[in-house]
Nanobody
Framework: QAQLAESGGGLVQPGGSLRLSCAGS????????IGWFRQAPGKEREVVAC????????YYADSVKGRFTISRDNAKNTVYLQLNSLKPEDTAVYYC??????????????????WGQGTQVTISS
């Protein structure tokens, strides 16, 4: 059974950093487009970053471009999201998801097939 599990969330001060991990089991993340999404209280879920299955090209939302980095470690079947220069508005539950049909970048949450349980990221002084 395909599963995703996020970890690495926590409470950090503005300007701090975190690294989120998305570990896959039951399928190989390398062969799937993987996205990171987030949802803040009272707001809709939004795409943060994505890495494609075909050529590992990446996409970043404008709000995180230059601060967040998505990457893969195929040997560990894990995708990471490095969060730097964190701001209070980055506070949200972060989810990773897999789109098993996409060959390239996929930014529409409804197209993703498997989701992790989420990890809370809180930015506060």
């Amino acid at each position: 059974q395909a599963q995703l599990a996020e970890s690495g969330g926590g409470l950090v001060q503005p300007g701090g950093s975190l690294r989120l991990s998305c570990a896959g089991s039951g399928f190989t993340l390398e062969y799937n487009t993987i996205g990171w999404f987030r949802q803040a209280p009272g707001k809709e879920r939004e795409v943060v970053a994505c890495i494609s299955s075909s050529d590992s090209s990446t996409y970043y939302a404008d709000s995180v471009k230059g601060r967040f980095t998505i990457s893969r470690d195929n040997a560990k079947n894990t995708v990471y999201l490095q969060l730097n220069s964190l701001k209070p508005e980055d506070t949200a539950v972060y989810y990773c998801a897999a789109d098993i049909e996409a060959m390239g970048i996929s930014t529409v949450s409804a197209e993703y097939n498997y989701w992790g349980q989420g990890t809370q990221v809180t930015i506060s002084s």
